[in-house]
């Protein structure tokens, strides 16, 4: 089986936050970067090149799949924000209605602008993932 390319680089989170461009997603980063170590309690661990994890949990799926990923986090892409709440979503809506505008897929959230959104609802979103995360799996520190 084919190695997982989604694992913390060793890369110090400072290093990638200060690459981050245009100035204004920067900006949106380090708020970022505030709001999920507040609310996780966790430092953040880059993952692969860009992502900032807070926390780690181990899987295995019923298939007897196991590896190991961060628990939440953020990439500062710059064409926009991409926030990761996993497993997934769940039943999140009533607090998605509350947040601004944004996209999803599976077990991502895309922001074009931070100044958009609520930022309690979505302190309230990053809790509620990770609640929700570890009723499945147990999440330690990364």
Same mark, same amino acid.
């Given at each position: 089986?084919?190695?997982?390319? $989604?694992?913390? #680089? @060793?890369?110090?989170? /400072?290093?990638?936050?200060?690459?981050?461009? +245009?100035?204004? %997603?920067?900006?949106?980063?380090?708020?970022?970067?505030?709001?999920?170590?507040?609310?996780?309690?966790?430092?953040?661990?880059?993952?692969?090149?860009?992502?900032?994890?807070?926390?780690?949990?181990?899987? $295995?799926?019923? #298939? @007897?799949?196991?590896? /190991?990923?961060?628990?939440?986090?953020?990439? +500062?892409?710059? %064409?926009?924000?991409?926030?990761?709440?996993?497993?997934?979503?769940?039943?999140?809506?009533?607090?998605?209605?509350?947040?601004?505008?944004?996209?999803?897929?599976?077990?991502?959230?895309?922001?074009?602008?931070?100044?958009?959104?609520?930022?309690?609802?979505?302190?309230?979103?990053?809790?509620?993932?990770?609640?929700?995360?570890?009723?499945?799996?147990?999440?330690?520190?990364?």
């Amino acid at each position: 089986m084919a190695e997982a390319k $989604t694992r913390p #680089s @060793g890369i110090d989170p /400072e290093a990638v936050l200060a690459a981050v461009t +245009p100035e204004r %997603r920067q900006q949106d980063a380090r708020r970022l970067e505030a709001l999920f170590r507040k609310v996780t309690g966790f430092e953040p661990v880059v993952w692969a090149e860009y992502m900032m994890g807070y926390g780690r949990y181990r899987y $295995t799926y019923a #298939s @007897g799949h196991s590896g /190991e990923c961060l628990a939440t986090g953020f990439a +500062p892409r710059k %064409r926009e924000l991409v926030l990761y709440v996993m497993p997934g979503y769940g039943d999140f809506e009533p607090i998605l209605d509350r947040l601004g505008p944004y996209r999803k897929g599976k077990a991502c959230l895309y922001l074009t602008r931070l100044d958009r959104v609520d930022m309690d609802v979505l302190a309230d979103l990053i809790r509620a993932g990770l609640e929700d995360l570890k009723t499945r799996w147990p999440v330690t520190a990364a």
